[in-house]
């Protein structure tokens, strides 16, 4: 039977030792666009899905930044108000941020989290490059949570 020592290292090892892709929202459930839709279309998945922001891929699969509803709104205010027009003609690639957090899906537990201090959401990629899910806060403080709930007695 193991020491109550080695059943706390075992449970710290547990969840930093544990990879991004185990803690993952996985790609087929996540909300995204590709860089070359149209704002009206992100716009529309955007409300459809209720998400403030969501990752925008190229056409290989890789993230190329994230799309928000503020930037949208701002890309089409023009010097006499919204000019409604520019939802189909501005590509998202143009307005999109590339400042976009990313992690190997690969990555240990530790630098998801120091990441989520500052970002809602991390995006997941495999050794190649290519999208394959998030990780969001919510999942990383439900795991601290539960990690801290098990050691609150020690
Ligand atoms: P949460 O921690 O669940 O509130 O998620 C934080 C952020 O991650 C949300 O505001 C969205 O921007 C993004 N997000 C979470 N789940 C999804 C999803 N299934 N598809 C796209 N974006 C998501």
């Not at 839709?37 to 992100?42: F, I, P, Q, R, T």
């Not at 998945?45 to 701002?74: C, E, F, H, M, W």
Request: glycine share 6%; charged share 25%; hydrophobic share 40%.
């Amino acid at each position: 039977m193991p020491s109550l020592r080695e059943t706390r290292e075992s449970n710290n090892a547990e969840l930093f030792r544990t990879e991004t892709r185990k803690l993952m929202i996985p790609a087929a459930d996540v909300a995204c666009v590709n860089g070359h839709n149209s704002l009206e279309h992100a716009l529309l998945i955007l409300t459809q899905s209720g998400y403030t922001a969501i990752p925008v891929l190229d056409r290989s699969g890789a993230v190329k930044g994230v799309i928000n509803s503020t930037l949208i709104i701002k890309a089409i205010l023009g010097l006499s108000g919204y000019e409604v027009e520019k939802l189909s003609e501005k590509k998202v690639e143009e307005v999109m941020s590339v400042d976009v957090p990313k992690v190997k899906e690969s990555q240990l537990f530790l630098r998801p989290f120091e990441l989520s201090i500052t970002w809602p959401f991390l995006c997941v990629e495999d050794d190649a490059g290519k999208f394959v899910g998030i990780l969001t806060r919510r999942t990383i403080l439900a795991q601290l949570y539960q990690y801290f709930r098990r050691h609150r007695d020690e």
